[in-house]
């Protein structure tokens, strides 16, 4: 069976559940297809793959980003912001 055309809003609208893998094989097949036939979503699709994928990175070099957050805290401090506590 041939999935239906979806448009690029639709498109768009799935693109977090793509790149999460958290699309059900319908929809995801439909996006597929649009995606090989798309020239403008295939770029956006492709930035946030990227985009994801660095910031998975980022988040994996633990010494680097305690460091990145003990000086934005510090800043914060220095203005005057107070750390929020639950």
């Known amino acids: 069976m041939t999935p239906?055309?979806?448009?690029?809003?639709t498109a768009a609208e799935r693109l977090w559940e793509y790149?999460?893998?958290e699309l059900p094989d319908g929809p995801l097949e439909e996006l597929e297809v649009h995606l090989r036939a798309?020239?403008?979503c295939?770029?956006?699709?492709?930035?946030?793959?990227r985009?994801?994928?660095?910031?998975?990175?980022a988040r994996s070099n633990d010494r680097q980003t305690e460091g990145?957050?003990?000086?934005?805290?510090g800043a914060l401090r220095a203005e005057g912001f107070m750390a929020a506590h639950s």
């Open 42 to 49: 295939t770029p956006h699709f492709a930035f946030a793959a």
């Open 4 to 9: 239906s055309p979806i448009d690029c809003r």
């Open 51 to 57: 985009l994801l994928r660095d910031i998975r990175g």
């Open 19 to 21: 790149l999460d893998h």
């Open 38 to 40: 798309c020239a403008e």
């Open 68 to 73: 990145i957050q003990s000086r934005v805290l």
